[in-house]
T-cell receptor, first 114, second 112 residues
């Protein structure tokens, strides 16, 4: 089975802190994604990556950056956390070659910024 | 991607089959039907997908009508752990990365 793991289930940070969220997948998938999920707003794509060192902005990249130095690892960075970044953050991966594009998600990180 | 319509909520008794409908009347010929679910406070989970033939895996069965305008996800013997929000989406098969966009989904409650 595909396994996608995220570094923390719950995280509490203060406004202005730099925050790192880590995601690791063990299925050699090309594509990796970071979403945030908020009540009433659904799933929103922050950034995605289709290869090592490649990244593309999603729908809401402001205030975030990403890093993909190794194929299995995709990091989301909040440069200076703000209270409006309090959310559930979800990492996903998918096989980029088959075209079926089913995405496999991690358990999520619930981030609270005080 | 074609729009989908699902009932907002459903109930099912434990041990019975749960049948979740989805309408996708504007689906095009090269679009697949995908189902995901999200259990409370967890990440979404891929369940199954299909094009026009019925599909079955260890989790569920997917029945797609001949005209492909609707489909039904079947959980054959629902358990309490199947309580979740179920999302039906349609999308093209193509290489590369595609974002997922969920609608409101169906909140399925399995009752003991």
């Amino acid at each position: 089975d595909v396994k996608v793991t995220q570094s923390s289930r719950y995280l509490v940070k203060r406004t202005g802190e730099k925050v790192f969220l880590e995601c690791v997948q063990d299925m050699d998938h090309e594509n990796m994604f970071w979403y945030r999920q908020d009540p009433g707003l659904g799933l929103r794509l922050i950034y995605f990556s289709y290869d090592v060192k490649m990244k593309e902005k999603g729908d809401i990249p402001e205030g975030y950056s990403v890093s993909r130095e190794k194929k299995e690892r995709f990091s989301l960075i909040l440069e200076s956390a703000s209270t409006n970044q309090t959310s559930m953050y979800l990492c996903a991966s998918s096989d980029g070659t088959s075209g079926y594009n089913e995405q496999f998600f991690g358990p999520g990180t619930r981030l609270t910024v005080l | 991607d074609a729009k989908t319509t699902q009932p907002p909520s459903m109930d099912c008794a434990e041990g019975r089959a749960a049948n979740l409908p989805c309408n996708h009347s504007t689906i095009s010929g090269n679009e697949y039907v995908y189902w995901y679910r999200q259990i409370h406070s967890q990440g979404p989970q891929y369940i199954i997908h299909g094009l026009k033939n019925n599909e079955t895996n260890e989790m569920a069965s997917l029945i797609i009508t001949e005209d492909r305008k609707s489909s039904t996800l079947i959980l054959p013997h629902a358990t309490l752990r199947d309580t979740a929000v179920y999302y039906c989406i349609v999308r093209n098969r193509r290489a590369g990365a595609q974002k997922l966009v969920f609608g409101q989904g169906t909140r399925l409650t399995i009752n003991p």
